[in-house]
């Protein structure tokens, strides 16, 4: 209730236009991300830290390509993927040559026919 005039105040039902916690935080992300990792470690044959580290780059080329501007998720990702590169590749604290190359053979390690990329299309 607003106190200066005793009137409940008028507020629109729901979230904001543009959010997106349901989908983020709600019980079928959780059920779909879970469906969707499954599928992509058949498809993949990854496992282990290399679906983690593939399912991140996955999910900043989604952000980079959804969210440009959103310069906060994008930083996010990016620590993730870095972090992900660095547990697999082992690269050493403050190493920035051994990240750079690390970086480099991310796209080679990842690379899968455009048969199998096609079927990810759809996750």
Known sequence: MNQENKSPLKRRRGAPPGNCN???HGYYSKVFIAQNRL???ALTGFTGIDLELFQAKCRLQQVLQHKPVNVGVR???LVLFIGMVVLKYRVAKHDNQGLIAALEKVPDDFS???EILEQLEQC
């Open 22 to 24: 349901a989908r983020t």
């Open 75 to 77: 930083k996010r990702m």
């Open 39 to 41: 599928r992509i470690e």
């Open 112 to 114: 899968l026919s455009p």
